[in-house]
C-alpha cells in the first residue's frame, strides 16, 4: 500500500478553464489518434511477455537462487545501516540460517506526511515476509499491513496476503480492507475537470479471498469470493456525472464469486527479477447473492521483468492493467479508477481516482537500477498511460500519461523490500510526491 505524501498546492483549485477550448479541442483530437496506440502497446506488452517467458521450472529456480545469494553476500538494508552507525549488532546468526520456514522478515515504517487525498496524517505500513517450506522451492510468502488517519478523517485499515504453500501447490490470495473514507470524485470519462470536484464521505468493507491450485509448470487456476460494500454515502457536492450515475444511492454493495487463472513465475513478489505475471479474473455480481445490481467484469493484468544484462542487477519492468465492465451497470466506486488496483499504485503522478469509467486501460514501464553497489539505494524512472472510457457513450477517447523519478531504500534484505519515493508529474499541473511499502508493481 502507498501514501501519497505531497501535492501540487493547485490541485484543489478551479482549473476547468484555464487551458482554453481550443487546447481543449487539440487534447482530444490527438487523444483519439493515440488510443489506439495505446492499445496496441497492451498487445504487445502482453503478446512479448508470453512467448518471451515460457522457462523450465529449474531455470527460473537457479535465478531466484542467484537474486537470494546477491541479497545475502554483497547487499546491505537499513539494519546494516543501523548496525555502522551506532556499532549494533541485531542478530550474530550467519545470513544463511535466517533463510528457512516459519522464519519472519520485517519492514516497518512509522511515518507522519501529507496526501494527495487526506492532508496531514499518521501512517504505519508494515510487510511481513515469510517461507512456508523449503526456499528452493516454495515462493516468498508476504502479509502487508498498515493503518492510517489523516485530519480529513480518512482511517485506512488493509490487510492483503499472498501466501504460497509448501512447493507452490497452493496459492492463497486475500486482500481485506475497512475505509472511513471522504474524498474528492471528479466525475466519469478521461477528460474530467478539477474545478468539478465533489467531495464525498463513505465508508467500506471489502472482503476478497482467493484459492488457487497448481497445475502445471507456472500455472495455476481457482477462484473464490469478492464483496465490496460502500455504505453510509453522503454527497457534499454537486458533480453531474456522480448524479446521474448514482441516483442518490446512499449504499452499494457488488457480492459474487470470481474465477481466477494465472501465471506466475516470480519467486519473491515483493521485488521480482526476471519473471512473468498473467493473470485473467472473471467476476459476478449477482442480486441474488446481495448485490445492488447486476454486473459483470474481466480483469487482464501482466507483469515482466526484464534482467537487461546479466551481470547487471537492473531491471526493465513493464505493467498492464486492465478491466473491463459489462452485462450491468458497476456501482461507481466499483469501477475502475487510477490508484484503485491491489496495492493503490496506478496512476503516479494524479490523485487517487482521478479518471473513473466502466473500462480502463492502463500500461506502466520503470527502468530499477542501484545507486550504491550494496543495494543500500537505488533509484527508478518510469512512464504510465492510462485511458477509461466516456460516460455514457462508452468509448475510450482520451489518453493521460504520467511520469517520474524515484528513489528506494533497502529496508530488509532478506525479503528484498524498498521504502520507495517517487515523484510523479501528469498533464494539467497534477504532480505529487508518492511513498510505497515495497515496490510499486
Same mark, same amino acid.
Given at each position: 500500500?502507498?501514501?501519497?505524501?505531497?501535492?501540487?498546492p493547485?490541485?484543489?483549485?478551479? #482549473?476547468?478553464?484555464?487551458s482554453?477550448?481550443?487546447k481543449n479541442?487539440?487534447i482530444r483530437t490527438?487523444n483519439?489518434?493515440?488510443t489506439?496506440?495505446?492499445i496496441?502497446?497492451?498487445?504487445?506488452?502482453t503478446?512479448f511477455?508470453?512467448?518471451a517467458?515460457?522457462?523450465d521450472? &529449474?531455470?527460473q529456480?537457479?535465478?531466484a537462487k542467484?537474486r537470494?545469494?546477491? $541479497?545475502?553476500?554483497r547487499?546491505?538494508?537499513?539494519?546494516?545501516?543501523?548496525?555502522?552507525i551506532?556499532?549494533?549488532?541485531?542478530?550474530?546468526?550467519?545470513?544463511?540460517?535466517? +533463510?528457512?520456514?516459519?522464519k519472519?522478515?520485517?519492514a +516497518?515504517?512509522p511515518?507522519?506526511?501529507y496526501?494527495?487525498?487526506? !492532508?496531514?496524517?499518521?501512517?504505519?505500513?508494515?510487510?511481513?515476509s515469510f517461507?512456508t517450506?523449503?526456499?528452493?522451492?516454495?515462493?516468498?510468502?508476504?502479509i502487508?499491513y498498515?493503518?492510517?488517519y489523516?485530519l480529513?478523517?480518512q482511517?485506512?485499515?488493509p490487510?492483503?496476503?499472498?501466501?504460497w504453500l509448501?512447493n507452490?501447490?497452493? !496459492?492463497?490470495?486475500g486482500?481485506?480492507?475497512?475505509y =472511513?473514507?471522504?474524498?474528492?470524485?471528479?466525475?466519469l470519462?478521461?477528460n474530467? $475537470?478539477?474545478?468539478?470536484?465533489?467531495? &464525498?464521505?463513505?465508508?467500506y468493507?471489502r472482503f476478497?479471498?482467493?484459492?488457487?491450485?497448481h497445475?502445471?509448470?507456472?500455472?495455476y487456476?481457482?477462484?473464490?469470493?469478492?464483496y465490496?460494500?460502500?455504505?453510509?454515502?453522503?454527497? @457534499?457536492?454537486t458533480?453531474?456525472?456522480?448524479n446521474?450515475?448514482?441516483?442518490?444511492a446512499?449504499?452499494? =454493495?457488488?457480492?459474487?464469486?470470481?474465477?481466477?487463472f494465472?501465471?506466475d513465475s516470480?519467486?519473491?513478489i515483493?521485488?521480482?527479477?526476471d519473471? *512473468?505475471?498473467?493473470s485473467?479474473?472473471y467476476?459476478y455480481s449477482p442480486t441474488?447473492?446481495?448485490?445492488?445490481?447486476q454486473w459483470?467484469?474481466?480483469?487482464l @493484468? %501482466?507483469?515482466?521483468? &526484464?534482467?537487461l544484462?546479466p551481470?547487471?542487477?537492473?531491471?526493465l519492468?513493464?505493467?498492464?492493467?486492465?478491466?473491463f465492465? *459489462?452485462?450491468?451497470?458497476?456501482?461507481y %466506486?466499483d469501477m475502475?479508477?487510477?490508484?484503485w488496483?491491489?496495492?493503490n499504485?496506478?496512476?503516479?503522478?494524479?490523485?487517487?481516482?482521478?479518471?473513473?469509467?466502466q473500462?480502463?486501460?492502463?500500461d506502466?514501464? @520503470?527502468? #530499477?537500477f542501484?545507486?550504491?553497489?550494496?543495494?543500500?539505494?537505488?533509484?527508478?524512472?518510469f512512464?504510465?498511460?492510462?485511458?477509461?472510457?466516456?460516460?455514457?457513450?462508452?468509448?475510450? @477517447?482520451? =489518453?493521460?500519461?504520467?511520469?517520474g523519478?524515484?528513489?528506494?531504500?533497502?529496508?530488509?534484505k532478506?525479503?528484498d523490500?524498498?521504502?520507495?519515493?517517487?515523484?510523479?508529474?501528469? =498533464?494539467?499541473?497534477s504532480?505529487?510526491?508518492?511513498?510505497?511499502?515495497g515496490?510499486?508493481?
Open positions: 500500500m502507498r501514501a501519497k505524501l505531497k501535492h501540487n493547485d490541485t484543489f483549485k478551479n #482549473r476547468g478553464n484555464h482554453g477550448r481550443s479541442n487539440r490527438v483519439r489518434y493515440l489506439p496506440l495505446l496496441l502497446v497492451f498487445v504487445f506488452i503478446s511477455s508470453i512467448t517467458q515460457h522457462k521450472t &529449474i531455470v529456480y537457479a535465478s542467484e537470494v545469494a546477491d $541479497s545475502l553476500n547487499q546491505q538494508d537499513i539494519f546494516d545501516l543501523f548496525n555502522k551506532f556499532g549494533a549488532h541485531i542478530s550474530s546468526k550467519p545470513d544463511t540460517l535466517k +533463510l528457512r520456514p516459519g519472519l522478515f520485517f +516497518l515504517v511515518a507522519i506526511g496526501t494527495l487525498e487526506g !492532508n496531514w496524517l499518521a501512517n504505519v505500513s508494515l510487510n511481513t517461507y517450506a523449503n526456499p528452493s522451492s516454495t515462493n516468498l510468502s508476504t502487508n498498515g493503518t492510517q489523516d480529513n478523517h482511517l485506512i485499515v490487510v492483503i496476503s499472498d501466501l509448501k507452490n501447490t497452493i !496459492n492463497l490470495l486482500d481485506w480492507r475497512y =472511513i473514507y471522504p474524498s474528492y470524485t471528479y466525475g470519462g478521461g474530467t $475537470s478539477l474545478s468539478n470536484s465533489d467531495l &464525498i464521505d463513505y465508508s468493507i476478497y479471498q482467493e484459492v488457487l491450485g497445475f502445471n509448470s507456472f500455472f487456476f481457482g477462484g473464490g469470493f469478492n465490496d460494500d460502500h455504505f453510509f454515502i453522503k454527497e @457534499e457536492g458533480n453531474p456525472d456522480y446521474a450515475y448514482t441516483r442518490g446512499t449504499q452499494t =454493495i457488488s457480492s459474487g464469486p470470481v474465477v481466477h494465472m501465471y516470480r519467486s519473491n515483493n521485488n521480482p527479477i519473471a *512473468f505475471y498473467g485473467v479474473t467476476r441474488v447473492l446481495g448485490s445492488t445490481q459483470q467484469s474481466v480483469f @493484468e %501482466f507483469k515482466k521483468y &526484464i534482467k544484462w551481470s547487471s542487477p537492473n531491471v519492468a513493464l505493467w498492464s492493467w486492465n478491466v465492465t *459489462f452485462g450491468g451497470n458497476a456501482p %466506486f475502475p479508477s487510477n490508484g488496483d491491489i496495492n499504485n496506478s496512476g503516479r503522478g494524479y490523485i487517487q481516482g482521478r479518471f473513473r469509467g473500462n480502463m486501460i492502463y506502466e514501464a @520503470e527502468y #530499477r542501484r545507486i550504491t553497489g550494496n543495494g543500500l539505494l537505488g533509484g527508478v524512472l512512464a504510465n498511460a492510462e485511458s477509461v472510457t466516456q460516460y455514457p457513450n462508452n468509448k475510450f @477517447e482520451y =489518453i493521460d500519461p504520467g511520469y523519478v524515484g528513489l528506494r531504500l533497502k529496508m530488509n532478506y525479503s523490500v524498498n521504502l520507495c519515493f517517487d515523484y510523479g508529474f501528469g =498533464i494539467m499541473g504532480r505529487g510526491l508518492f511513498v510505497n511499502l515496490e510499486v508493481f
